[in-house]
């Protein structure tokens, strides 16, 4: 484990951060080839349906026009749905981009347009007109909640309910304090900055370079040799730079199907870049129905958790989120019983969207666990302290750590919750109400399998090498920390290459595991170059290290020194020297410790404390202040991670008051696929946020000590917006988001 803090730890800048800001770092649609075509989707306009028939004859007579697509000469792909499944796939038949006359959901594309230029392409697709058999759609998830259904088969095992322990409906039945009550979340939206976007280089030789906006260039590598058949040595996909994705491209997107279809079939470079508005038809949070109910006894102790969950899917995949287990983890009680179902709408299959699952469930759970605390007579914060556990009771396995309660005192400290007043609407300051309210969070510590390359060159510089992705997270950064850190150099005299389908393996960045993963394979790789150089060493004549082991050796001022003693030691120069090397290059894999995994569980956790103020008159709420205090293991470096945690409270916000995708249910179709009508947190709804990040030793959870941090920081956020806005009016809204209309018209509790 990284012990000392010569480098990791320091709030170091990010040193793809000059490329960035002089525009020098090229994006997916920002590559360009000669003689390269343009493609754009035409979009189905019904949300089910069949195409009677598709008139390209205006289209095609658009100057520019090379080739259009259709469902009647789309090029022969695989036929198993096994080729078609990336690594990230759900349960059922993936989407296949043009592959029949039947319309799954509202923006599918129908026909693609291949053209000289973007304008043409985008032109002409215009023109397509495609006449439909309509058919009803079924897209609102409480009309549709009586047809849900337990998935049959799991997309991973951790997703499954927990076995039911004790009885919980006794218990509830039985205890002098309960709650019960139904949580609505509405659909999100992923909105990144950088639209997704394929540039495809084809050479004569039949190899493919795709420059593409994904969260994992061997996935979408993969996922193009399965379906066109291709070798894979011949594909290279690169994601150097991604203008965020959160979640939104863990998988393949129709515009990488497109582009490499096109160009494999006219042999040609091809260009797609996708709209805002196809943005909305990728993927999404998907709506979810939950309803929990909890007991306790006179102090507040629980007796009974209920919690069942039902999230919407499309027609065609089996899209599983972990919503409702976290109310069998985060507190301490016998009796629990969780269930959780999908209900089949005709939209769009929905993806991972920041902390998948539990944004959505610990929402409903922190929101019912502050109306039990009012019920009850107690602080909300007292009630989560007496229900405290140091047990995962799902898995019956001990938690490698758990520095909750410093969340809780440290985050509390900071707000001034000692000076809150209990009661409802009982803080105002002119017009406004003013409201203080807290909630919990807690997201899994995941590590993957990963590989990493580390090379050392005579003259002390560094090359780190893996294909990870970097979408804003600052995991080129870190890798370069942690190698600097090693090699006790300056981080710029280490080089650090990611995003490239052909550097050694990783999966896709999500769940917040690559700082876990690809940190703790390049720390292994520097280690075996440390190894190697110790060898050499060794064999030198005199040698100061000939007797010494790994574990004593350390590199310091260009030295391989002893750690006890950095007067003996041999410079790194000369023993490359001696052994007449250029370089040292290792290889490193590693992944979770298994024996470990079935002991332990491990988790990041937080404590939000929320300020907001609402105009009694208007309706209006501001979220005035924020403090989130964070336990995520060791911090590689508190300037990223708090970025990180920062960007996390603001999305937990818009899920709060903001975000809302709106379908009109007569026809299924997204209504505000726009960023004027899909409203997201701006600048000016955005005051005060302050990040603490409280110390939390863990040798369990990663060689580097490390947990998962991204998508903590909005666990637990929407929920202390809600419980805020209830301490200021008296107002229980448990329909997200809570916009000016539901403040106004909802009745304070008496």
């Given amino acids: 484990m990284l012990d000392r803090s010569r480098i990791v730890g320091l709030p170091i800048s990010r040193i793809d951060g000059p490329l960035k800001v002089t525009g020098q770092a090229r994006y997916a649609a920002e590559h360009f080839e000669p003689g390269m075509l343009f493609g754009h989707a035409a979009l189905a306009t019904v949300a089910t349906g069949r195409i009677i028939a598709l008139d390209v004859r205006a289209a095609e007579r658009v100057p520019g026009v090379v080739k259009i697509y259709t469902h009647e000469n789309r090029p022969k792909t695989a036929y198993r749905d096994s080729k078609w499944k990336d690594a990230v796939a759900l349960p059922g038949h993936p989407f296949r981009p043009l592959e029949n006359d039947r319309v799954l959901f509202d923006g599918q594309p129908v026909a693609f347009v291949v053209a000289e230029t973007p304008e043409a392409a985008r032109d002409a697709a215009a023109l397509i007109h495609a006449h439909y058999a309509a058919e009803r759609p079924h897209t609102d998830i409480l009309a549709e909640r009586h047809d849900s259904y337990e998935p049959p088969v799991a997309r991973m095992k951790q997703l499954l309910p927990p076995p039911p322990r004790g009885d919980a409906e006794a218990a509830f039945a039985a205890a002098p304090h309960k709650i019960s009550a139904d949580?609505?979340?509405?659909?999100?939206?992923?909105?990144?900055?950088?639209?997704?976007?394929?540039?495809?280089?084809?050479?004569?030789?039949?190899?493919?370079?795709?420059?593409?906006?994904?969260?994992?260039?061997?996935?979408?590598?993969?996922?193009?040799?399965?379906?066109?058949?291709?070798?894979?040595?011949?594909?290279?996909?690169?994601?150097?730079?991604?203008?965020?994705?959160?979640?939104?491209?863990?998988?393949?997107?129709?515009?990488?199907?497109?582009?490499?279809?096109?160009?494999?079939?006219?042999?040609?470079?091809?260009?797609?870049?996708?709209?805002?508005?196809?943005?909305f038809y990728l993927s999404w949070r998907p709506s979810c129905v939950q309803t929990v109910s909890l007991a306790a006894d006179a102090d507040g102790r629980l007796q009974a958790v209920l919690h069942h969950a039902v999230h919407a899917t499309s027609r065609h995949e089996d899209y599983q989120e972990n919503v409702a287990n976290w109310s069998g983890l985060a507190y301490k009680c016998d009796n629990v019983k969780i269930s959780y179902e999908l209900v089949k709408l005709d939209l769009a299959t929905p993806g991972d969207m920041r902390a998948p699952g539990a944004a959505s469930g610990i929402a409903a759970l922190e929101t019912a666990m502050d109306e039990l605390a009012h019920e009850v007579g107690i602080d909300p914060l007292e009630l989560r302290v007496r229900n405290f556990v140091h047990r995962d009771q799902n898995q019956d396995k001990a938690i490698t750590s758990k520095a909750l309660h410093a969340c809780y005192r440290e985050g509390a400290a900071r707000f001034g919750w000692s000076e809150r007043s209990p009661e409802p609407r009982s803080m105002r300051?002119?017009?406004?109400?003013v409201g203080w309210g807290m909630a919990g969070g807690i997201w899994e510590a995941m590590m993957s399998k990963g590989e990493a390359k580390v090379r050392l060159s005579s003259d002390g510089k560094v090359r780190v090498s893996a294909a990870a992705s970097d979408i804003g997270t600052g995991t080129y950064t870190i890798l370069g920390q942690i190698a600097a850190e090693t090699f006790d150099c300056p981080i710029d005299a280490v080089t650090v290459d990611i995003g490239s389908s052909d550097l050694p393996k990783t999966g896709v960045e999500g769940g917040s595991w690559t700082a876990a993963t690809t940190g703790s394979a390049v720390q292994a790789a520097a280690k075996a170059v440390v190894k190697t150089l110790l060898r050499h060493a060794a064999s030198m004549e005199n040698s100061p290290l000939a007797e010494a082991s790994e574990e004593h050796v350390?590199?310091?001022?260009?030295?391989?020194?002893?750690?006890?003693?950095?007067?003996?030691?041999?410079?790194?120069?000369?023993?490359?020297?001696?052994?007449?090397l250029d370089t040292i290059e290792e290889h490193a894999k590693v992944g979770p410790d298994m024996l470990s995994?079935?002991?332990?569980?491990?988790?990041?956790?937080?404590?939000?404390?929320?300020?907001?103020?609402?105009?009694?008159?208007?309706?209006?709420?501001?979220?005035?202040?924020v403090v989130s205090a964070i336990a995520a293991g060791r911090i590689l470096n508190p300037k990223t991670a708090r970025s990180q945690i920062l960007g996390g409270v603001v999305m937990g916000i818009g899920m709060a008051l903001h975000e809302e995708g709106m379908i009109d249910h007569r026809t299924g179709r997204i209504m505000n696929h726009n960023l004027a009508e899909y409203h997201v947190p701006a600048h000016a709804d955005i005051h005060d946020i302050d990040v603490i990040f409280v110390e939390e030793d863990d040798d369990k959870a990663s060689p580097i000590g490390v947990k998962g941090l991204g998508e903590t920081g909005i666990v637990g956020v929407a929920a202390a917006v809600s419980n805020a806005i209830f301490h200021a009016t008296g107002k229980r809204i448990r329909d997200l988001p809570i916009t000016i209309d539901k403040v106004l018209e909802s009745e304070v509790v008496q």
């Fill in 183 to 279: 949580y609505l979340l509405s659909g999100e939206h992923h909105n990144p900055m950088e639209l997704f976007a394929a540039t495809v280089r084809f050479e004569d030789d039949g190899v493919l370079t795709i420059h593409d906006k994904t969260q994992g260039s061997q996935n979408s590598r993969d996922y193009v040799c399965g379906v066109f058949g291709l070798d894979p040595d011949k594909v290279i996909v690169k994601n150097d730079f991604v203008g965020g994705a959160f979640g939104q491209a863990l998988r393949p997107k129709h515009h990488l199907f497109l582009a490499v279809m096109a160009s494999l079939d006219l042999s040609r470079s091809m260009k797609v870049e996708i709209t805002r508005r196809e943005m």
């Fill in 429 to 433: 300051e002119g017009n406004d109400l």
């Fill in 554 to 580: 350390e590199i310091a001022d260009g030295r391989l020194v002893l750690e006890s003693n950095h007067q003996a030691g041999i410079a790194l120069a000369d023993i490359m020297a001696a052994a007449g």
């Fill in 597 to 625: 995994m079935m002991r332990y569980a491990a988790y990041s956790h937080s404590a939000v404390f929320v300020e907001v103020r609402v105009d009694e008159e208007l309706g209006v709420v501001r979220v005035t202040r």
